[in-house]
């Protein structure tokens, strides 16, 4: 679907969708015009409650596909070329892959707009005091979108944040407003995060729930995002601040046992859950691409197995190797069977309570994306520590994870930055966070070629796929701004020059 930032505020004038872009990129066609939309406070409601909607679409956005273009997976025979540009990083600026994630957070960032400006109109004389109340928190929550969106397109459409040169690397267009007319050009790097800093301060002073619910925005996921953004811009110090108040909190607690674990990946629930928004069998997130179970075969065809070294990287006893990898007893690529018990990527195994009639985890793997867990807080802290060289705290942390997922814990004469890096790898496959990370540290990869069954995966121009060695200078660590937006508002700077 080709979308612009213009399109995306035109929506932003209508009534919310009841679906989300996660399984359907459609929007309804009995909107209502946006100056009849603001009378009563249940209208706020049902904006709020349509917020959460978009809200689901971007918590994930990005994910299967930055994922696939690092190095933890290899393309399978039958893949069909799904998300090969990404793979072989010969993406353009046309990809369909990158202007979904542009489009789904601009839309967000266009209804969480039209939520600020508008909700205020509908509060009267007449609005009870829990009302007014309740008014307040759903604004909050809607900064706080408003914040997320711009935090997922300012880690995949700009550079790394470096405070040397903020004030004049590209930032995000920002928009504050619902307006088809504008064109608005970019801020520059400083200007976008502050703006996002700046949408969580206005959250946390309108957010009154501080009794974290997991699936509702609550005080507590405003201070974890604060840690994910100063983490993010090298401010280690309000990193630890933010972080240690999740991990000293009692609501959360890392999942440390193969029942809790289980429960965590399969049923969406668990004490390590800060933010997970709510979804049913209507609104779903669902991970296929990893499975591909064929009926008739009795057979998976994925398009995108573990190699063998992202496999290997997990030692016998973590919970994570386990219960993230599922063995396959038939995989079919094309033309070619394997037996040979392949582990497939498993960590999104299917949620019993999210299938429709008719439908089984075999075929439809159904899971909530965990947009903030715990087990980041911990990880935060051990790398804000690290760089600022508390080795101690550092590992402390570390190893308290570890420990958590049946791994051996870090000596105190290793490496402790390394095994920070290490664990952020291993922890958040199929996360999203690879990418991230590796920006923020400066570094490129280089993948291992080795397969877990070459038979099945393709081979073909090595240096490009299996084989690629992605250095840290390369352009497309910063995808390119949609050509659509680019051709429609020529005050738009583009990356690639």
């Known amino acids: 679907m080709k979308t612009s930032i213009l399109k995306a505020v035109l929506w932003g004038t209508l009534a919310l969708p009841a679906l989300t872009a996660c399984e359907m990129d459609q929007f309804p066609t009995d909107s209502i015009p946006n100056e009849e939309s603001w009378q009563v406070y249940q209208d706020a409601v049902n904006f709020n409650q349509g917020l959460y909607r978009y809200l689901q679409s971007v918590s994930s956005v990005g994910w299967y596909m930055s994922d696939i273009q690092m190095d933890y997976f290899q393309p399978g025979k039958g893949y069909g070329n799904r998300m090969g540009m990404t793979y072989r990083w010969e993406f353009l600026a046309t990809e369909d892959d990158m202007e979904s994630v542009w489009s789904t957070a601009y839309s967000a960032i266009t209804n969480a707009n ?6 205020r109109s509908i509060i009267t004389p007449e609005t009870s005091e829990d009302e007014a109340t309740a008014l307040e928190q759903f604004a909050g929550e809607a900064y706080f979108i408003r914040a997320y969106a711009y935090y997922v397109l300012a ?8 405070a040397a040169t903020a004030q004049t690397d590209l930032g995000l267009p920002i928009m504050e407003t619902v307006d088809i007319n504008a064109r608005p050009a970019r801020s520059t790097m400083q200007e976008t995060w502050d703006f996002i800093k700046g949408d969580l301060d206005k959250a946390d002073s309108l957010i009154t729930e501080t009794d974290p619910t997991g699936t509702h925005i609550s ?8 840690a994910r953004v100063a983490l993010q811009m090298d401010n280690y110090s309000d990193a630890v601040n933010y972080a240690k108040q999740l991990v000293e909190n009692d609501y959360f607690a890392l999942a440390s046992d193969s029942a809790s674990f289980a429960n965590l990946w399969i049923n969406d629930e668990g004490d390590e859950i800060i933010f997970e928004p709510a979804e049913d ?3 779903r997130h669902t991970w296929g691409g990893f499975f ?3 009926v008739s075969q009795s057979a998976f065809s994925p398009d995108w197995i573990p190699s063998q070294t992202t496999y290997d990287m997990y030692e016998d006893g973590d919970l994570r ?13 094309s033309d070619v069977e394997s037996t040979a018990g392949i582990m497939l990527f498993a960590k999104y195994p299917g949620n019993p309570a999210l299938l429709k009639a008719g439908e089984s985890t075999l075929t439809t793997r159904a899971n909530a994306p965990k947009m903030i867990r715990v087990a980041e807080m911990y990880l935060i802290l051990a790398e804000a520590y690290a760089q600022q060289g508390d080795n101690e705290n550092a590992r402390k942390y570390l190893n308290d994870l570890l420990s958590s997922r049946g791994a051996s814990e870090v000596e105190a004469s290793g490496n402790i930055l390394a095994a920070v890096k290490q664990e952020w790898k291993k922890e958040f496959i199929g996360e999203g966070m690879r990418m991230t990370c590796l920006k923020r540290w400066g570094e490129g990869f280089r993948r291992n070629p080795a397969a877990q069954d070459e038979s099945l995966i393709v081979m073909t121009t090595p240096e490009l796929g299996v084989a690629a060695n992605i250095a840290a200078s390369n352009m497309r660590w910063v995808w390119e701004i949609p050509q659509n937006d680019l051709t429609t508002n020529k005050n738009l700077v583009p990356n690639w020059q």
């Open 114 to 119: 039209n939520f600020i400006n508008n909700y």
């Open 219 to 226: 005080l507590p996921v405003v201070d974890a995002m604060r």
């Open 281 to 283: 069998n209507q609104v």
């Open 292 to 294: 591909q179970y064929n």
């Open 155 to 162: 880690t995949r459409f700009c550079k790394d944040y470096n």
């Open 321 to 333: 190797k386990s219960q993230w990898f599922m063995q396959a007893d038939k995989v079919i690529e």
